[in-house]
């Protein structure tokens, strides 16, 4: 009877340590998962940042700064400025009739996301999403990135 208590409680040892085992696994495989999603989401914030600043460096440098603007220029259009009109030229105040804003039919407009999204379905790689939409190509990728990892997270 004793050896029948000694097998069994063996037995069970050995099928707990095969579950911890199986468990500690698992538990290392989600772990280096998350790191190389976060590997993937900090390698794309880094390259969307240093396009950020390749694109604010290059918008510097076309903008006209304020101090090279031609002062000569502004003052020939201060005094070539036409004078006010007498007041026999003016209306009388009870002319003046407010003018009717015109009405505007309401378009809805589709979020980048919602675009994105949308040329991504439709079979489009990345690459040609940002040139249609005008953004950038990581840009793209990070939504589509997301999107990716929603998924997963839902599915789990």
């Known amino acids: 009877m004793l050896t029948l208590l000694v097998c069994a409680s063996l037995l069970l040892h050995v099928l707990t340590f095969i579950a911890i085992r199986a468990l500690q696994s698992n538990i290392q495989q ?3 998962r998350h790191q190389t999603d976060k590997q993937a989401y900090e390698d794309m914030l880094g390259s969307i940042l240093v396009e ?6 290059r918008l510097l440098q076309a ?15 201060i005094i070539n400025e036409p004078s006010p009109a007498s007041e026999e030229d003016t209306p009388s105040v009870s002319d003046y009739t407010p003018p009717q804003p015109a009405e ?43 999107k990716k990892n929603g998924e997963n997270s839902r599915k789990s």
């Open 30 to 32: 989600q772990e280096t």
């Open 52 to 57: 950020l600043k390749e694109e604010n460096d």
């Open 63 to 77: 903008e006209p700064q304020p101090w090279e603007v031609n002062t000569k220029k502004n003052m020939v259009e």
């Open 104 to 146: 505007e039919e309401d378009q809805v407009s589709m979020s980048n996301l919602g675009r994105v999204l949308q040329l991504h379905d439709q079979g489009l790689d990345s690459t040609e999403i940002a040139k249609q939409l005008g953004m950038g190509k990581t840009e793209v990728e990070l939504i589509l990135l997301m």
